[in-house]
């Protein structure tokens, strides 16, 4: 039988007596705290269960492994205040005691499974992680304003190499000849030089991003570039690819969202979330040990990382958000694919389609694509050139066109995706 006004109901806790408070049957949801034989009313319970104190019309009680296996019968209903009848402090009351149980719960599995495994973690570590809200670093590339996230992200790598191309007229060169392939190599190998030099948690070091993004820095950077010959006084680049997925998207109202998430490699650190199958990513490699780096492996201290969503703007008013995967490759992918677009006139899929080249260990990576004459022209300036081992990156955007009021999308062929509109 259904609980009433004066019976005593056993949770899995504590004990309570039903007050009398009566919900009419229609009323159901998802979670209750008592169940009730169709045809009569239901008494919710008051009471404090797990340190949470919880309200009579929260329905958040849970009853005995008995009563919930009577209501598997199809005999006893889950009926209770919906959230429609709560008011709103009531309802952000019990989101907070959700994600209070859900973090807390897998917090303690996690960290177990991580000790378990030998490492250092503690719960505070996972109680005091959060996400942060940030103002993105830009600059200005022939009328464009491009927008990347901030330092720990990379993504100030993609701006220095603009700034540096924005001095030579990359427009009147051959897309896919050597002078254009070479100046962006050499801008690259500066720029990912300063990535290495410079970049880390701003929380716990200072990177000189105003600096780095300044004209003079591009000027002097881009003395140093030779167009007839490669430079061979920078270290070497060790760069890294990732698993990675991207997402532009653009709804009628022109809002757009850059969207990237990682787990850095394949399956991140192999290890899983016991209780939610969750992947741990493996973002710590990237930490340097060297005592006197920005990048150096601290306590409470986020690495370098990669992931970069690109976000261009014009007059105030969102043109593409767009992003290229590939780890390391990512600021390299972005200024290919923004000067296809801006000093070549190529359109969205032609840009990402476009034949693609990277320095990588002490070599330049030319995509098949390339013509023979463009990897005979890298040669003669002294580049060391072979061919890549699987495609440079991959990407997306939505192309948004307010005088014609269209939205273009399009989808890099090395990866897995598709453009859609609706």
């Not at 991580?114 to 022939?142: I, N």
């Not at 009628?252 to 650190?269: E, L, M, P």
């Not at 990156?393 to 939505?398: K, P, T």
Request: net charge positive.
């Amino acid at each position: 039988m259904a609980p009433r006004h004066g019976d005593r109901v056993r949770t899995g806790l504590r004990q309570f007596v039903m007050p009398p408070v009566q919900i009419p049957l229609s009323r159901r949801c998802c979670r209750c705290a008592a169940g009730a034989v169709e045809g009569q009313n239901l008494a919710l319970a008051v009471g404090t269960v797990e340190d949470e104190t919880v309200a009579a019309d929260t329905c958040r009680l849970r009853l005995d492994d008995r009563l919930h296996r009577r209501r598997a019968d199809g005999c006893v209903h889950c009926i209770a205040a919906g959230p429609q009848h709560l008011d709103r402090r009531q309802r952000r009351q019990r989101v907070r005691c959700r994600r209070h149980r859900f973090r807390r719960t897998n917090r303690r599995a996690m960290v177990s499974r991580l000790r378990a495994l030998g490492g250092l973690h503690a719960l505070e570590d996972f109680a005091a992680t959060k996400g942060d809200y940030v103002r993105p670093v830009g600059t200005s590339y022939r009328g464009y304003d491009i927008h990347q996230m901030p330092p720990n992200n990379q993504g100030l790598t993609a701006l220095i190499m603009l700034n540096v191309l924005s001095g030579f007229s990359l427009g009147s060169l051959e897309p896919y000849g050597a002078e254009r392939f070479h100046l962006e190599i050499e801008a690259g190998r500066l720029a990912y030089q300063d990535r290495d030099n410079f970049i880390g948690d701003q929380n716990q070091v200072h990177v000189p991003v105003q600096q780095l993004l300044s004209r003079s820095h591009a000027d002097q950077l881009r003395a140093e570039i030779d167009p007839a010959r490669a430079m061979t006084h920078l270290p070497r680049l060790e760069l890294q690819p990732s698993d990675t997925v991207y997402i532009s998207v653009v709804d009628r109202d022109r809002n757009a969202v850059s969207f990237i998430n990682s787990t850095f490699g394949s399956f991140g650190s192999g290890v899983v979330g016991p209780r939610t199958g969750v992947v741990l990513q493996n973002r710590g490699s990237s930490f340097r040990l060297a005592a006197d780096h920005p990048n150096r492996i601290a306590p409470r201290k986020r690495p370098m990382h990669t992931i970069m969503p690109g976000m261009v703007t014009a007059k105030g008013r969102a043109v593409m958000p767009f992003g290229v995967m590939g780890g390391g490759y990512q600021p390299f992918g972005h200024v290919h694919l923004l000067t296809n677009m801006i000093d070549f006139g190529m359109d969205p899929q032609e840009a990402l389609d476009a034949p693609r080249v990277f320095y990588r260990q002490n070599a330049v990576e030319a995509e098949r694509g390339v013509p023979a004459e463009a990897i005979a022209g890298l040669r003669e300036r002294g580049h060391d050139v072979s061919a890549p081992t699987e495609p440079h990156g991959g990407g997306q955007l939505v192309l948004i066109d307010w005088d014609k009021g269209t939205l273009t999308g399009a989808s890099d062929p090395r990866k897995d995706g598709c453009a859609l509109g609706y």
